[in-house]
Structures are given as structure tokens and as C-alpha cells.
């Protein structure tokens, strides 16, 4: 049975496919299995995909017929399929340094009851030409006002939680992560409805019972593209109505501290919406879209909006 099983959820980017494949292939740690899931994709990944049917490595291929409408889906797909006891997935966009689970899986033995671990990450802008390369340590480092990202650390799940993981996912790339597969499988069922911020709330839930442990090095390349999620067209709304429940669930936490910081935290940059600009009390609008999930969280959010507007007056 292989240690780690490499899950490789794909859709629609055959221009990044096989860096990203054979950045896998390339792993300098080998006891792996590789699983690629495609989406139904509408451009030739499939063709792509199917070069590498044969590979030792690769123990399952599959293809949607129709599209899944999120990515968690896949997550659980690939995870139900998993023999290891852990997963990495690997984003399709994304590719790795030669010894990403090298460094990981010896962080995840080293630390006893570790949930996840996770690696920092270069930056890499497909809209300049120059390619330069940020990394995600120094932008949370700024933020914070800390050091915290420049060194390895592990940390108990409520201390990164009401450290730095409540106020923002500060592991900021899936493909930057190692999962312990247990506890993943366990909590995906709760996000699978999500499109854009489930995996944040699994890294969450999963810190709650357990340990999460950090590598400074930039293992990870991130592609920054127009097809990434964020950039799509509903991404407003529907982001905002997943930070409610991430925030819901957050308040509903004994672990987590500081609780009404956080509440007025979430309303200035996550959850707020204008009247008229989002047609935020509209028919269908977000407030409605916040009252059917927890209807007086909601309206303490439309009161403190409210309290926020007259003062700016």
C-alpha cells in the first residue's frame, strides 16, 4: 500500500497539465499512488490525461461526464478512492518542487497527531512577462506583523486557529498541503457544497482536534490566471455567503477567542454588502441568502451594517 496518494483534480487546464503531472512524477519521495480526476473539460485534457493511463504510477484515472459545480466533490471522490494515509492534491494549475512530500511526510512523522502540513509558496503572475515570483510568507508576514512564516513551526490546532487561521486561510494553496486522509474524509461531507472558500473551513475544522505543522521553504509554485475560481463572475455572492458560514461556525466554536472582534472583522471584509450596489435586501439578495442559513446571526450583521453606515455619515 503507498504512503501518500497524489490526487490530481483537473479541470479545463491542459495548457498546465503535464508541468503539473510530471512535477509529480518527479518526486524524489516515491512511495505514492497518483489518481486524475477530470471534470468533464471541454478542452483536450483528456487526450493529455491519457498518456499517462499506463504509468506505474497512476492507480486511477477518471472522468465526469458531467460537471461536478465543485471542486469539492472531487476532493471526496479522490479521497474515497485513496489507499494512502495521506493525500496531497495537487491542483491542476499548480506544480511542485522536486522534494515536496519529501519534506512534508518527514514533518508529518516528526509531529505526532498532525492534521495537516503545509509548505509556503512562490506566486507565479501568467500575466507578466517577467515572471517574478512573490511568496506567500512575506505578504503574511506584512500583515500580521510577525515572523511568524519565516520559520518551521507546529502548532496546536486552537493556537493557530486564534493565532492567525479564524482571521484569514492563511494556508493559502490545497497544493501547498499534506492531509492526514482520516481526518480529511471526515470533514469534506461539510463543505461539498461549496465552490470557493471549503477549503478553508476543513482546515479549520480539521485544527480543531489536532496539530498543524509549517515548512518555511516555497515547495509550491501557485498560478495566478484568469481561470482561477475567484475570478469568476458569481464569485461576490457566493464567496460571501460561505465566509457567513465559516463564520457561523467560527462563533459557534468554544475554542475560538475574541468572538465579537471577529464578528465585526468578518462584516468589514468578508460578509458586508451594500444596499444597493450588491442589491444586498433585494429579492434573492444576500441578506435573504444569510436569514436561510442562520436567520439572527443574520440580522445582528444587518444591524451592525446599519450602525456602520450612520456613523460614516
Not at 503572475?125 to 506584512?142: F, G, L
Request: proline share 3%; hydrophobic share 35%; charged share 25%.
Amino acid at each position: 500500500m503507498p504512503e501518500v496518494s497524489v490526487i490530481i483534480p483537473n479541470y479545463n487546464h491542459a495548457s498546465f497539465l503535464i508541468e503539473r503531472i510530471e512535477s509529480v512524477l518527479r518526486q524524489t519521495y516515491t512511495d505514492f499512488e497518483l489518481i486524475i480526476l477530470d471534470d468533464a473539460s471541454t478542452d483536450n485534457s483528456h487526450t493529455i490525461i491519457e498518456t499517462y493511463s499506463t504509468h506505474p504510477k497512476v492507480s486511477h484515472i477518471a472522468y465526469n461526464e458531467t460537471n461536478s459545480g465543485s471542486p469539492f466533490r472531487q476532493w471526496r471522490k479522490g479521497v474515497e478512492l485513496a489507499k494512502g494515509d495521506w493525500v496531497w492534491i495537487a491542483e491542476s494549475d499548480d506544480y511542485a518542487h522536486a522534494d515536496f512530500l519529501l519534506e512534508t511526510m518527514a514533518k508529518a512523522v516528526k509531529c505526532k497527531k498532525v492534521a495537516l502540513v503545509y509548505c509556503d509558496s512562490f506566486i507565479i503572475d501568467n500575466s507578466t512577462t517577467d515572471q517574478k515570483q512573490s511568496k506567500y510568507a512575506n505578504q503574511k508576514n506584512i500583515e500580521f506583523n510577525t515572523t511568524k512564516w519565516l520559520h518551521s513551526y507546529s502548532n496546536t490546532g486552537e493556537q493557530e486557529i486564534n493565532e492567525s487561521l479564524k482571521w484569514q486561510c492563511v494556508i493559502n494553496n490545497v497544493s501547498a498541503v499534506l492531509f492526514n486522509r482520516t481526518r480529511l474524509l471526515k470533514e469534506i461531507p461539510n463543505v461539498i457544497e461549496y465552490r470557493y472558500h471549503g477549503d478553508w473551513l476543513i482546515y479549520i475544522r480539521m485544527a480543531i482536534n489536532g496539530k498543524i505543522a509549517y515548512i518555511p521553504q516555497p515547495l509550491n509554485s501557485y498560478r495566478e490566471h484568469e481561470k482561477n475560481h475567484s475570478k469568476s463572475e458569481d464569485y461576490n455572492k457566493y464567496s460571501k455567503i460561505e465566509y457567513f458560514r465559516i463564520l457561523e461556525y467560527l462563533l459557534q466554536e468554544n475554542s475560538v477567542t475574541d468572538k465579537k472582534k471577529l464578528f465585526l472583522y468578518f462584516i468589514q471584509r468578508y460578509i458586508g454588502f451594500g444596499f444597493l450596489k450588491d442589491n444586498g435586501l433585494g429579492k434573492n439578495g444576500i441578506y435573504e441568502s444569510y436569514c436561510k442559513i442562520n436567520r439572527p446571526l443574520a440580522r445582528k450583521v444587518l444591524f451592525q451594517l446599519l450602525i456602520n453606515k450612520l456613523k460614516r455619515k
